[in-house]
């Protein structure tokens, strides 16, 4: 993904879209809310990590 990429996908994660992505043939979602809590789950409901911000969640992720 390139920069421009990365802050298109960064603002609209800040505006409430969803995205699903696949990492070693496991499908997630990355989501942040209206609240300011942002959170990474497993599409199988099986796993989620729960962030206080979107920044916080960006940087696990890198």
Not at 22 to 49: E, F, K, M
Request: proline share 2%.
């Amino acid at each position: 993904m390139n920069k421009d990429d990365y802050m298109l996908f960064k603002e609209e994660l800040s505006r409430g879209e969803e995205y699903l992505f696949t990492y070693h043939d496991v499908n997630y979602w990355i989501s942040h809310g209206p609240n300011g809590d942002s959170s990474l789950a497993r599409d199988d409901g099986t796993y989620c990590q729960d962030f206080n911000s979107l920044e916080e969640l960006l940087k696990k992720l890198n």
